[in-house]
């Protein structure tokens, strides 16, 4: 290989020692606090559905059950290893098992992607700046989500190949079996994908055009026609990549698969990290090896497209900055010899990295003590009162619901109601449900259209104008039996109705006086 194998650091000065120990642990305090996120996702209900039910059939689900209007439509559930795990450190542990999980996810990731960064010398002072702004980045997509094994794994893939160029070291054969694992528990596995595609693409190039044999460009070919045939070690086999493909072409109306907007002030962590990158490969592009390069451009590329990509940006470009921008700290104090710290401020350093550190830790404990180590659901944000009602009432029937309410829906009230839509998305829904339910809430034709086409039992919707206005209505069609300041319940008048309108009109409907819980479930 052309790399030469760089020299370990050597922190000669035990107050060098002392700032290095205390960067590292900001990292992980960093990490510590910002990827401890608390609130549960929209899909989470979903994901530990699919789980305990997998579990509990002993196989997959190959049709969807769950829906009226996509009952029986083929579902492609690539994420189903993730839930049985998550199924299962629910059943041992409840909450606090799917928590402190997914927080040993991220402090698994964090460990990797800082030994990424130690195998090139750095500065610590540049380590625990990049580090904590790599943390932020990751952190929106740190939610109990199968995507955190991605990040995982991800990071792994990143490890290995650092090692395969800066150290010769020959670990590519975990790269198949990191991926015969990694497809089976979520779709970020093309991340992976593409990352070695882009390695060995580029490498393989750089030997056409300089008519020079590489000697480990074998190595890579066969580690990436590897990993192309361990993609197929999945229930599916090659029509999951069909279907990844054909998701990947749709722009659905969902935030994070939206652009990265660029002329505001979010994901500003992510963002700075981008200057950065651009910064560091123009200033030191000298020393910029290409395969790193082209791979964490493959990343700022595929963030700018979807917002979902930038925690992988974020893990990329980690070990690039810190290589880099401690290159050229270096480069400056050479030429600025009395920019050298003394012992006493580096002590001082030492001292105000670990207080910002002890911080963060004491703020992401009093997070878990401020809820019992419970999961936060937002009584704001989901309809807990008006499920509540709908499942003490034994409403039964098919139910409408908003596309991020569904699986909240279908955990508490399955298999009496099936929903008209849920988080799963594309994986078994068709795109014609999909797009009628995008309806923005005060798009009261779309919403008419709506209710209309899927002529449910039962409504569970937002306090939106439309429906506000079918309770003034007064509609004979459909009944206005419950409302909170978040949802309103509406049931069809039509005879599998018959009885519990009945029950309505006669009073005979309970309404509870009960606060409403914000935790989990």
Known sequence: MT?????????????????????????????????????????????????????????????????????????????????????????????????????????????????????????????????????????????????????????????????????????????????????????????????????????????????????????????????????LANPYGFRLHVFLYETLKLSPDITEWRRLPLLDFSFIEVKALMLLFLAAAILDRKNVRGWEFWAVAMTFYASLKFQRHTPFFALAVTPFLSAHLSALAERVRGRNPGLRLSPASLAILSGALLVMAFWQVERGVRAYAATGCRIYVSPAAYPIGGVRFIRENGIRGNLLVPFDWGEYALWHLYPGCLVSIDGRFTTSYPPAVIAAHFVADRDERGWKRLVEKYPADVIISRQIPYFQKLVAARSPEWIYVYSDPVSIVFLRNNAKNREALARFRAGGFKYSNQPLRPFFP
């Open 3 to 231: 790399e030469t194998r760089p020299e370990p650091i050597r922190d000669n000065r035990p107050a060098e020692k002392w700032l290095w120990a205390a960067s590292i642990l900001l990292v992980f305090a960093s990490a510590f606090l910002l990827l401890s996120l608390l609130t549960a996702d929209p899909d989470l209900w979903g994901h530990l559905k699919f789980g305990l039910d997998h579990l509990e059939r002993g196989g997959l689900q190959r049709t969807d059950p769950y829906s009226f209007t996509a009952r029986g439509y083929p579902w492609i559930n690539h994420e189903w290893l993730s839930e049985v795990i998550a199924a299962l450190a629910y059943r041992a542990f409840s909450d606090p098992g799917l928590l402190f999980g997914k927080l040993l996810l991220g402090l698994l990731t964090t460990l990797i992607l800082l030994a990424t960064c130690r195998l090139r010398p750095a500065n610590p002072l540049v380590l625990a700046g990049v580090g904590v702004l790599a943390m932020c980045g990751l952190s929106p997509g740190f939610m109990i989500r199968p995507q955190v094994f991605s990040f995982l794994f991800f990071s792994a893939f990143l490890l290995v190949l650092h090692l395969f160029f800066l150290r010769r070291k020959n670990y590519l054969f975990l790269l198949p079996l990191l991926t015969a694992l990694w497809v089976n528990l979520h779709g970020g596995f093309l991340m992976g994908w593409a990352l070695i595609f882009v390695v060995t693409g580029w490498e393989a190039f750089l030997s056409i055009i300089t008519r020079r044999k590489r000697p480990w460009l074998f190595a890579l070919l066969a580690a990436f026609a590897a990993v192309n045939l361990a993609t």
